[in-house]
């Protein structure tokens, strides 16, 4: 399985947002007017957001490499360590990042994942 590529240094990280991957709840309003309820999953997916910046020219190049080529933008999970919880997860790109020229030389890029299996280490 991929892992997420290292970059030349570490990069300055905002915009976090975690979150869950939809609503796994089965709901069923019975004609007494109870609420009947349970799990559609056995876990519920995590989606994380993260605004990474302070990238080289040559970090941009690496994750363009990557997401058009080793994981194909959303075709391939790949392991990735979450720099809050220092956690590894198994994760999908969401959509293609997105890359922002913060002066000549220096990127911003926001990454969108969403866990793919329930794995964490």
């Not at 080793?70 to 990735?80: A, L, Q």
């Not at 198994?90 to 293609?96: C, E, F, H, K």
């Amino acid at each position: 399985m991929p892992t997420f590529p290292t970059l030349s240094r570490s990069p300055q990280v905002s915009g976090l947002q975690n979150g869950l991957f939809g609503d796994p709840t089965i709901r069923t309003e019975l004609s007494s007017g109870y609420l009947q309820t349970g799990n559609r999953v056995s876990w519920i997916p995590k989606t994380f957001v993260r605004k990474y910046t302070g990238l080289t020219n040559a970090d941009k190049a690496l994750l363009v490499t990557f997401q058009e080529t080793t994981v194909e933008v959303g075709k391939t999970n790949f392991d990735w360590t979450d720099v809050v919880s220092t956690n590894t997860y198994d994760v999908v790109l969401m959509s293609p990042i997105t890359f922002t020229m913060v002066t000549p030389g220096i990127w911003s890029c926001t990454i969108k994942l969403r866990q793919f299996t329930s794995t964490v280490t």
